[in-house]
T-cell receptor, first 114, second 111 residues
């Protein structure tokens, strides 16, 4: 596609439910990043893939958060047993390869846990 | 560990005046440094990057940034500000996968 696409754009879920957030990166981009952004703050790194391999997941807050990119393209960030503190904007970005090439960001998914 | 700091939450300038948005970094090894801009209800857009080479890098919309290794800074500059430059600006470092963003600086350009 022309840009990074994230779906859904908005998600409201009840506390305790599982949610899956999808990211479709720019075609041919090797690297894919997930971030969480609170209002008024910069994006907070969650995890990073090269192709299908998860290179770094040190930013995932706890074991309720997981991510996969099984075919090296589309990625899913899953939050199990959601809590109110998980409410935030979740952003995905992709880059051609590694940290020296600029990352292109999607519009984000606004998650609200009620 | 790597970190990026933007010491100013807010920068106000008059249209036509030069602007500077400050960024300092703490990165082991050679830093890959970036500036991004975010408009309301939009995603982040790439402005410019420093990887290696010339310390002065030029980017989109007339912006430039100067990499200063001795001061560990990467300040964003523009010679003549426009009202349309008003937005939220983020400095970031990328390296070995993990990336770190500053907390952002809100730039307001007044007519």
């Amino acid at each position: 596609g022309a840009g990074v696409s994230q779906s859904p754009r908005y998600k409201v879920t009840k506390r305790g439910q599982d949610v899956a957030l999808r990211c479709d990166p720019i075609s041919g981009h090797v690297s894919l990043y997930w971030y969480r952004q609170a209002l008024g703050q910069g994006p907070e790194f969650l995890t990073y893939f090269n192709y299908e391999a998860q290179q770094d997941k040190s930013g995932l807050p706890n074991d309720r958060f997981s991510a996969e990119r099984p075919e090296g393209s589309i990625s899913t960030l899953t939050i199990q047993r959601t809590e109110q503190r998980d409410s935030a904007m979740y952003r995905c970005a992709s880059s051609l390869v590694g940290g020296s090439t600029e990352a292109f960001f999607g519009q984000g998914t606004r998650l609200t846990v009620v | 560990a790597q970190s990026v700091a933007q010491p100013e939450d807010q920068v106000n300038v008059a249209e036509g005046n030069p602007l500077t948005v400050k960024c300092t970094y703490s990165v082991s090894g050679n830093p890959y440094l970036f500036w991004y801009v975010q408009y309301p209800n939009r995603g982040l857009q790439f402005l410019l990057k420093y990887i290696t080479g010339d310390n002065l890098v030029k980017g989109s919309y007339g912006f430039e940034a100067e990499f200063n290794k001795s001061q560990t800074s990467f300040h964003l500059k523009k010679p003549s500000a426009l009202v349309s430059d008003s937005a939220l600006y983020f400095c970031a470092s990328f390296g070995a996968g993990k990336s770190t963003f500053g907390d952002g600086t809100t730039l307001t350009v007044k007519p």
